[in-house]
C-alpha cells in the first residue's frame, strides 16, 4: 500500500472499526508511556571479561537519552537493539576514560549511519577540549554537528528540558569534576477512557485531540465533556544516575520521590577505607542513601576489577539489602521499567 491510500484509509470509517485501528491505538498507548532504562555497562575502568565500562540509556516517548558513554558502549547499543541516531543527548558524568572513552566510536559512527541531527552533549567544562579534539579530527566530512554545554557539577541545576522530562544536575564527590544526572518526568496527557471512545464511536484520528482534552460533539449538538473520555494523566516517574562519587548524605532529599536510583557501590564494607581513599562508595553506603531518600528501587553497579572471585557481586548485594531490601544487581543488557514511588 502506498503512502498516500493509506492516508486516505485512515480517514474512513471502516479503518475506524477495523482490527488495525485497535493495534493501531495500542502501540501509539505503549510508546507514549513508555519510561525505561538500558544497563549498557556497569563496569569500571580496568577492562572485564564479564562487564563494559559505565553507559544506560533511558527510553522514553520514543526518545534515547545516553548518560556515561564507556568503550564499546556503540556495540552494546547495537546488541541491545537501541538505534544509535535516536540518541540526541549525551549526558557525561566526569572526565574518567570508564565514563567516555566511547564518544569518539560513537559519535563517528553517527556520521557513518548520516546522522543529520545536532548530536548535544553535556558534561564538566574539563571534557570540553577532548570532545573538540574528537570532533575536528573525525568529523569534518559529517553531515552532523556536536554541541558541548558545559554543566556547574557543583550546583543542583537544570541542564535540559523539553515537553516530556527534565534533566537535573546532582553535585558529586570525586577525584574529578563530576555530577549524576535526575531525569525527571513531565505530567503526560490525559488517558483514554477506551469504553466511552467505543460507546461514542469517536474515529482514531481524533484520539490525539481528546488526549490533549478536546470535548466532543454528538452529530445532534450534545457535547460531551473530556472529563467522561479520559481518565487522569498516570503518575508521574524519576530515574537518578549517581555515579562516581564518595557517599554524600545532602543527596537524599534531592533524590526524594525517584522511582530508579543507580548508585555506584564499587567495594564492599571491608574495603571502606580504600573506598574513601578512591572517593568511591560502598554497596552498604548506596543502600542508606536510598532508604534516606525513600526511592522505590535501587540498582548498584560500577563493578571493580577485584570482583573476579565469583561470589562478590553477591555480597555487594548482600550489603546493600540489609539497608535497602529492594536493590538489585546492574547487569549489560537488561531493561528496568523504572517503578512510580509511592507518595510518602
Ligand atoms: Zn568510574
Ligand atoms: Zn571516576
Known sequence: MNPQPFFFYILTPSFHHSFVSHLFLFFYLCFVEEFKVHILG?????????????????QMRGKLFMVDCGEGTQMRLARQGLQINRIGHIFITHAHGDHCFGLPGLISTMGLLGRVARL?????AELQGFIQ?????????????????????????MVYSDRSVEV?????NHRVACCGYLFKEKEGARHINRPMIDCYEIPVC???NIKAGADWTLPDGTVIPNERLTTPPS?????????????????????????????????LNRDLFRAKQTYHSTAAEAGRIARMAGVA???????????????????????????????LLAQEGICIDVPVCPKD
Open 42 to 58: 556497569c563496569g569500571s575502568a580496568n577492562p572485564l571479561s564479564k562487564h563494559q565500562p559505565a553507559s544506560q540509556v533511558l
Open 120 to 124: 548535544h552533549i553535556y558534561g564538566p
Open 133 to 157: 579534539t574528537v570532533t575536528d579530527i573525525f568529523c569534518q566530512q559529517m553531515t552532523h554537528e556536536v554541541e558541548f554545554h558545559a554543566v556547574d557539577t557543583t550546583r543542583h541545576s
Open 168 to 172: 537535573w544536575t546532582l553535585p558529586l
Open 206 to 208: 481524533e484520539i490525539g
Open 235 to 267: 503518575p508521574t516517574r524519576s530515574w537518578a544516575y549517581v555515579s562516581d562519587t564518595r557517599v554524600r548524605d545532602e543527596l537524599a532529599p534531592l533524590l526524594r520521590g525517584v522511582g530508579l536510583l543507580f548508585h555506584e557501590a564499587t567495594f
Open 297 to 327: 528501587q535501587l540498582c548498584i553497579g560500577h563493578y571493580s576489577a577485584r570482583l573476579k572471585t565469583p561470589g562478590l557481586e553477591a555480597q555487594l548485594l548482600g550489603e546493600a539489602q540489609e539497608e535497602f531490601p529492594n536493590t
